[in-house]
């Protein structure tokens, strides 16, 4: 019989329905339960493409006399962290201070309260490699419960006081400078893997965020070694096997130091911060890789990520049926010698494991090989290639497809729309630009209530339960103002800044303007989670400062301005010191540094030929975080194009920087070279 899980809206939490289990989903009537119950909450936390979370379920969660035991002496609650990133975050901290390490599944025992006082991650079925099984688990903490209850609620009171403690030291509060900035690249070169691109070891996770900084500052100051580290970077990445080969788009990250073997899940959040980056690449270096890397990603997301309702799923899952009826990671993506014959024939399936780099012995497990694109010596048949890779996709494709989490998150899609909409106008691809104001379209209609307040989640079309976090409102603020820039629609502006104005007045600190992940009048949590750093996506509070930015050189407006520069100097305190994991505040750090760039461009109309090439030619600046108006002389579209006429009745550009403007240009090779950062 399905649990309490049965009626909730997340693909991870309905993967549970069927459980043994009496699950709860995240609540307050959970917490009243265990209470008038007297018994602690087992806080269970993972999400639908997590391998480790789903082989956890199926050895306990799914086992009869566990979920007895389970039943009989706890509440269990079960969260998806995609849905609550705020409880997720606030748990995790706490598993990282008493464990020194996290990771998925997450599990925590908490009181009635909510105050947690014992820890882990996965817990096997049996005793293994030093570690107790979940079963010996369950019963240490309910005879601890039960028979050394004051000790245990001590431990959660001091847990839950060390966490107050630890605020964020935030620094000075004013934008990082020339100074620190050169200190983060300086930090980063340290840190670079010069014979294989990326940072550290492994495993190897794609440093989208530090890609970004990395090219916007050799715009600004033209240091070769920062774009010599993004170009390099970018190529082993595409070259790899975290780079499906076929069918476009990027897994999470390498197990390896060389980018050889992926962890198999496909998450929309890396696939539009990468596709972002190759199509800033190609701005800056023509470069061919990077424009059909990036063009190869952008149809990957619209091909397999797309929903019904126009927006973006959340993920495709690592593991799927290898043929046999077991699932195991990868299997839809790697190949063996013999497989490529089956498919290609013998020469061709020869010419074939030569340019993917397919051995006899194998690179990932039982004698299969990831595909990889390894860097050849001599003529290679374009046409012949191409039509392997056809025969390959399309035998592939009947393959057994790995699992899709179709739950719409605000944030994701928004760093989609922005991917989609700039891919789209750099590489004249309409169909993305469409595409990216399709999903736009659904997080106005479904996600977005009459105060303009954010839900975080959708699927099928129905709006999820929970509020929308830091994150959301910035990411998709920053798709807005992408989308604005490319269609010169200023609808998109206004909806930016309608997200913005709650960034001010519901997340951000009035004394110090720090920022908060959750809002002043979301649940209260036993902390209210606070974090600068960049991981997986940018953080909400760097993706804050970024788009208030962008939204203060289009509209003038000073309190925007201030805050996303107060918001930086968390940047100051830690871009020096640990750069990997700033990235986005690193990249708004260069933006403030360049003013950043005001462009308007003037013309009768949109598709006008003369204003087409301006408005493409301003796009396309590698200028640090411009930003760009289109329209026609006298629009009230955007602020900027106000006092803005033709020249000689003829389109024109007009830039502004820092309060001063240049000459209009009417010339599209004038601008570029103004705009060349």
């Known amino acids: 019989m399905p649990n309490r899980l049965a009626h909730e809206t997340s693909p991870y939490l309905l993967q549970h329905a069927d459980n043994p289990v009496d699950w709860w989903p995240w609540s307050s009537e959970a917490f009243e339960e265990a209470h008038k119950r007297n018994v602690p909450v087992l806080l269970s936390v993972g999400y639908s493409s997590c391998h480790w979370c789903h082989v956890m379920a199926h050895e306990s969660f799914e086992d009869q006399e566990t979920a007895e035991y389970l039943n009989a002496h706890y509440v269990s609650v079960k969260v998806d962290r995609e849905e609550r990133p705020d409880v997720d975050a606030v748990y995790m901290e706490a598993v990282q201070a008493a464990t020194g390490q996290g990771g998925w599944p997450m599990t925590v025992f908490l009181t009635p309260d909510a105050e947690p006082f014992y820890f882990g991650t996965y817990f096997p079925p049996a005793p293994r490699q030093g570690m107790p099984s979940f079963r010996q688990v369950l019963q240490g903490v309910h005879q601890a419960w039960d028979e050394r209850r004051e ?188 497989q490529l014959r089956e498919v290609l024939g013998e020469q061709d399936a020869e010419l074939a494991a030569q340019h993917f780099g397919v051995t006899e012995e194998g690179t990932f497990e039982e004698g299969a090989s990831v595909l990889q694109l390894p860097v050849r010596d001599g003529f290679v048949d374009a046409g012949r290639v191409a039509s392997i890779r056809e025969r390959l996709l399309a035998a592939r494709s009947g393959r057994p497809a790995p699992g899709r989490d179709d739950k719409v998150v605000a944030a994701w899609n928004g760093l989609a729309i922005a991917a989609l909409a700039e891919t789209g106008a750099y590489f004249d691809r309409p169909d993305l630009v469409e595409a990216a104001v399709a999903a736009a379209d659904l997080l106005v209609r479904l996600h977005l209530d009459e105060q303009a307040r954010l839900t975080r989640t959708s699927k099928d079309g129905h709006a999820g339960a929970n509020a929308g976090v830091l994150e959301d409102y910035a990411d998709v603020a920053e798709g807005f103002l992408a989308l604005a820039s490319v269609t010169g629609e200023g609808v998109w502006l206004e909806f930016a800044g309608f997200l913005l104005d709650h960034v001010l007045a519901r997340f951000t600190d009035p004394e110090s303007g720090s920022l908060y992940d959750t809002a002043a009048d979301a649940e209260q949590l036993i902390r209210r989670p606070q974090d600068p750093t960049d991981n997986a996506a940018p953080s909400g509070w760097t993706a804050a400062a970024n788009a208030l930015l962008s939204y203060a050189a289009h509209t003038g407006s000073e309190p925007h301005r201030t805050a996303a520069e107060r918001a930086l100097g968390v940047v100051k305190a830690l871009g020096p010191r640990v750069p990997r994991f700033i990235g986005w505040g690193l990249a708004a750090a260069e933006a403030v540094l360049d003013g950043p760039r005001e462009v308007a461009v003037v013309g009768p109309a949109l598709d006008d030929e003369g204003t087409r090439a301006l408005h493409r030619t301003a796009l396309l600046g590698t200028a640090p975080g411009a930003v760009v108006a289109a329209g026609a002389p006298g629009s009230d579209e955007f602020p900027l194009l106000a006092d803005r006429p033709l020249v000689g009745g003829e389109p024109a550009a007009y830039v502004c920087r820092n309060f001063t403007c240049d000459a209009p240009t009417t010339e599209p090779d004038r601008l570029r070279t103004v705009l060349s950062g």
């Open 151 to 338: 000790e245990v609620t001590e431990v959660a009171e001091k847990i839950v006081r060390d966490l107050a403690g630890r605020e964020i030291s935030y620094g000075d509060a004013q934008t990082p400078g020339a100074e620190e900035l050169a200190q983060a690249l300086l930090g980063l070169t340290r840190e670079y893997d010069p014979q294989r691109g990326g940072f550290g070891g492994a495993p190897k996770f794609p440093p989208s965020m530090v890609l970004e900084f990395l090219l916007r500052h050799h715009a600004r100051t033209g240091a070769e070694g920062a774009l010599q580290m993004a170009r390099d970077t970018c190529e082993r990445m595409a070259r790899g096997g975290m780079y499906d080969q076929l069918g476009g788009g990027f897994a999470r990250y390498s197990v390896d130091r060389d980018w050889v073997v992926p962890h198999f899940e496909k998450m929309l959040y890396d696939n539009a911060l990468l596709c972002r980056v190759y199509a800033h690449l190609w701005r800056s270096t023509g470069s061919e890789l990077a424009r059909r890397v990036a063009l190869e990603t952008a149809d990957f997301m619209v091909g397999e990520l797309r929903t019904n309702e126009g927006g973006f799923a959340s993920a495709l899952d690592a593991d799927s049926d290898d043929g046999t009826g077991r699932h195991v990671e990868g299997a839809y993506y790697v190949w063996t010698p013999e």
